[in-house]
């Protein structure tokens, strides 16, 4: 509060005014060298550029959207109101799905940049044995790609889940063995890809191929359909779109984090189990004629080919962080802060990339119910996933994955402003 006599009081709303005026330049200034920068790194970018999928993906990958933009400064502005400093070192430990493994390493990594004190290490062992870790009480967080049910909450009294990111099930292929690189974008249906995983679609040139593709010279080698061999969140994703879209998987197949692959035992079929993302993305790499559904960044990282599916408008759409972000925005809707499990595969839209999918965080409400859980554990803890979803956010499209929503980011807020110890609240 500035106090001003009568005798200068002019003088000094004159040097106030003029210190607003030159902060304003200055702000003003480089706001406009930011976006010019932005403008031009944009233009410069050649339409020629997407003629593949991997191209297509880093582009976007490169650029945040004006919106995002504005939501980014939004999260850094909330976030300055919970500026705290950890009362003791304090080691953290976290498990779950390996589709959000990256993202959540990078935050770790940073986090502990940011406080020292605080060391927080996750294993990726698939969104099953996350699950199961939080409900046996052997981890302080987890992570899951699916959803959980009602059964597996009963199963871990107070115990709840929010978004952390999201992103997309990419479908892969390697086909170098017959000279189709993997900048070549293959069309599949829903019906398609579950003729593959059901063992009835056995070659790369079958006629419901074929035809999707008539400007492709699909090879007549067998397709080796690899799956994951673990309970996994990517899993229940890919699983729950076919489903979703294909009555004969859903009679026969349903969905999970793991289920009985019936191309695994149908004749003249070859299925293939592999842990995590990381494992079917190198056994697609590693297999000619393989194909597999991985999280998007394997299948950039291992530079796999990635298709274009099918969506509910009738579209053929390729995994972008853009073409995820519309299928959010398209299926989400007004969360509920009670009830964060959101489902968004086969959502609306022209341009919405139909396997896409939130990924979440585990923890027990009332952190004390989790006997390795201390006070100071609980506290970094929970102020690491309030950075986690605002600042961490900012690291999301570099690693091909989405920021949340700002509807979504403000549904997280209230459910994480009621995370407790023994009903003392974690966060002011």
């Given at each position: 509060?500035?106090?001003?006599?009568?005798?200068?009081?002019?003088?000094?709303?004159?040097?106030?005014?003029?210190?607003?005026?030159?902060?304003?330049?200055?702000a003003?200034?480089?706001?406009?060298?930011?976006?010019?920068?932005?403008?031009?790194?944009?233009?410069?970018?050649?339409?020629?550029?997407?003629s593949?999928?991997?191209?297509?993906?880093?582009?976007?990958?490169?650029?945040?959207?004006?919106?995002?933009?504005?939501?980014?400064?939004?999260?850094?502005t909330?976030?300055?109101?919970?500026?705290?400093?950890?009362?003791?070192?304090?080691?953290?430990l976290?498990?779950?799905?390996?589709?959000?493994?990256?993202?959540?390493?990078?935050?770790?990594?940073t986090?502990?940049?940011?406080?020292?004190?605080?060391?927080?290490?996750?294993?990726g062992?698939?969104?099953?044995?996350g699950i199961?870790?939080?409900?046996?009480?052997?981890?302080?967080?987890?992570?899951?790609?699916?959803?959980?049910?009602?059964?597996?909450?009963?199963?871990?009294?107070?115990?709840?889940l929010f978004p952390?990111?999201?992103?997309?099930?990419?479908?892969?292929?390697?086909?170098?063995?017959?000279?189709?690189?993997s900048?070549?974008?293959?069309?599949?249906?829903?019906?398609?890809?579950a003729g593959?995983?059901?063992?009835?679609?056995?070659?790369w040139?079958?006629?419901?191929?074929?035809?999707?593709?008539p400007?492709?010279?699909?090879?007549?080698?067998?397709?080796?359909?690899?799956?994951?061999?673990?309970?996994s969140?990517?899993?229940?994703?890919?699983?729950?779109?076919?489903?979703?879209?294909?009555?004969n998987?859903?009679?026969?197949?349903?969905?999970?984090?793991?289920?009985?692959?019936?191309?695994?035992?149908?004749?003249?079929?070859i299925?293939?189990?592999?842990k995590?993302?990381?494992?079917?993305?190198?056994?697609?790499?590693?297999?000619?004629?393989?194909?597999?559904?991985?999280?998007?960044?394997?299948a950039?990282?291992?530079?796999?080919?990635v298709?274009a599916?099918k969506?509910?408008?009738?579209?053929?759409i390729?995994?972008?962080l853009?073409?995820?972000?519309?299928?959010?925005?398209?299926?989400?809707?007004?969360?509920?802060p009670?009830?964060?499990?959101?489902?968004?595969?086969?959502?609306a839209?022209?341009?919405?990339?139909?396997?896409a999918?939130?990924?979440?965080?585990l923890?027990?409400?009332?952190?004390?119910?989790?006997?390795?859980?201390?006070?100071?554990?609980?506290?970094?803890?929970?102020?690491?996933?309030?950075?986690?979803?605002?600042d961490?956010q900012?690291?999301?499209?570099?690693?091909?994955?989405?920021?949340?929503?700002?509807?979504?980011?403000?549904?997280?807020e209230?459910?994480?402003?009621?995370?407790?110890?023994?009903?003392?609240?974690l966060?002011?």
């Amino acid at each position: 509060m500035i106090h001003m006599s009568n005798k200068n009081s002019k003088r000094n709303v004159g040097i106030v005014a003029l210190v607003v005026v030159i902060i304003a330049a200055v702000a003003g200034g480089y706001y406009f060298t930011t976006m010019s920068s932005s403008s031009s790194s944009t233009s410069m970018m050649s339409e020629t550029a997407m003629s593949s999928a991997s191209s297509m993906m880093t582009t976007e990958s490169s650029m945040m959207s004006s919106e995002t933009m504005t939501q980014t400064s939004m999260m850094e502005t909330t976030t300055s109101a919970l500026a705290w400093q950890p009362t003791a070192a304090v080691s953290l430990l976290g498990a779950g799905a390996t589709f959000p493994q990256p993202l959540i390493q990078k935050w770790t990594v940073t986090y502990n940049q940011i406080y020292p004190q605080v060391t927080i290490s996750y294993s990726g062992i698939g969104s099953g044995g996350g699950i199961q870790q939080i409900t046996i009480k052997t981890v302080d967080f987890g992570a899951s790609d699916a959803p959980l049910t009602n059964a597996q909450l009963q199963g871990a009294p107070g115990l709840v889940l929010f978004p952390e990111t999201l992103g997309g099930v990419a479908i892969t292929y390697n086909l170098a063995a017959w000279g189709i690189p993997s900048s070549t974008v293959i069309n599949f249906t829903p019906q398609v890809i579950a003729g593959i995983y059901m063992g009835t679609i056995t070659h790369w040139n079958d006629p419901a191929l074929v035809a999707l593709n008539p400007t492709l010279n699909l090879p007549s080698g067998h397709i080796t359909a690899v799956h994951r061999s673990d309970g996994s969140g990517t899993t229940f994703a890919f699983t729950n779109f076919l489903s979703v879209t294909d009555p004969n998987w859903a009679a026969q197949v349903s969905y999970s984090t793991s289920v009985t692959w019936p191309v695994d035992t149908a004749p003249n079929a070859i299925g293939v189990g592999a842990k995590g993302n990381p494992g079917v993305a190198g056994t697609v790499a590693n297999t000619n004629g393989a194909i597999g559904y991985v999280d998007l960044i394997y299948a950039i990282e291992n530079n796999l080919g990635v298709g274009a599916v099918k969506n509910a408008a009738g579209n053929f759409i390729v995994p972008t962080l853009q073409t995820i972000l519309y299928a959010a925005q398209n299926a989400t809707g007004t969360p509920n802060p009670a009830d964060l499990r959101l489902h968004i595969v086969n959502a609306a839209g022209a341009q919405s990339y139909p396997i896409a999918t939130y990924t979440y965080l585990l923890v027990y409400r009332d952190m004390s119910a989790n006997p390795g859980t201390t006070l100071p554990k609980a506290q970094a803890l929970a102020h690491f996933f309030w950075w986690a979803i605002h600042d961490g956010q900012q690291y999301s499209t570099a690693l091909d994955y989405v920021p949340l929503p700002a509807n979504v980011v403000a549904a997280d807020e209230q459910l994480l402003m009621t995370l407790n110890y023994a009903g003392t609240p974690l966060l002011p």
